[in-house]
């Protein structure tokens, strides 16, 4: 591994960071820092940061560094399979990518949105599945109450079955697209 990709690897540990240290300031690789920023989903005006950061010790980030390891990490986010994992996770997309880009980014991030959307949406029915299992194991349940909520509870898992081969459809359309599993 080289000296670049070791310092990017390490700067990439920085990530949730708001800011840099003085230190890190002083000795930051510029061009992996914009590779860095690119690839964590940074917006291009995420310079900023450290402008504000590195301003306060005395230090002024090479922009024209950092613009250049922005740019040329860029397409490496901005990967169908990158946006299909983002969209998995349910993470933001600022709208970065350039428009020859965008169009597959998307393509993958709206697919893997999808799949997030059914998974939370399972969620909340198993959550009501319980509530209903739960309701009619109450002592002080009617026979009446119980009946309507079972009727209810075939309504829930019979969504749950619905949904899920939502998911497994949507999961095979990515699995075809070469999409990393998102489980």
Not at 8 to 21: D, E, K, N
Not at 123 to 147: C, F, K, P, Y
Not at 148 to 156: C, E, G, K, P, T
Not at 162 to 171: C, G
Request: proline share 4%; net charge negative.
């Amino acid at each position: 591994m080289g000296i670049r990709w070791g310092w990017a690897l390490l700067m990439a540990g920085l990530a949730g960071c708001a800011s840099l240290t003085p230190e890190q300031c002083h000795q930051a690789d510029w061009y992996a820092l914009g590779e860095r920023d690119a690839l964590g989903g940074f917006e291009p005006g995420s310079i900023s940061r450290h402008v504000r950061a590195c301003g306060k010790a005395g230090v002024v980030p090479d922009h024209g560094l950092w613009r250049a390891g922005y740019q040329d990490a860029l397409p490496r986010f901005c990967a169908p399979d990158n946006g299909f994992r983002l969209g998995a996770r349910d993470a933001n997309y600022h709208g970065q990518c350039p428009q020859e880009l965008d169009y597959g980014f998307l393509d993958g991030y709206r697919l893997g949105q999808d799949i997030y959307d059914l998974r939370r949406r399972i969620t909340e029915v198993e959550g009501r599945i319980s509530e209903l299992r739960e309701s009619m194991n109450d002592e002080h349940a009617t026979d009446v109450s119980r009946e309507a909520d079972r009727h209810w509870l075939d309504h829930y898992k019979d969504e749950r079955r619905r949904l899920q081969r939502q998911v497994w459809d949507l999961e095979s359309r990515a699995r075809e697209r070469g999409y990393p599993a998102t489980y």
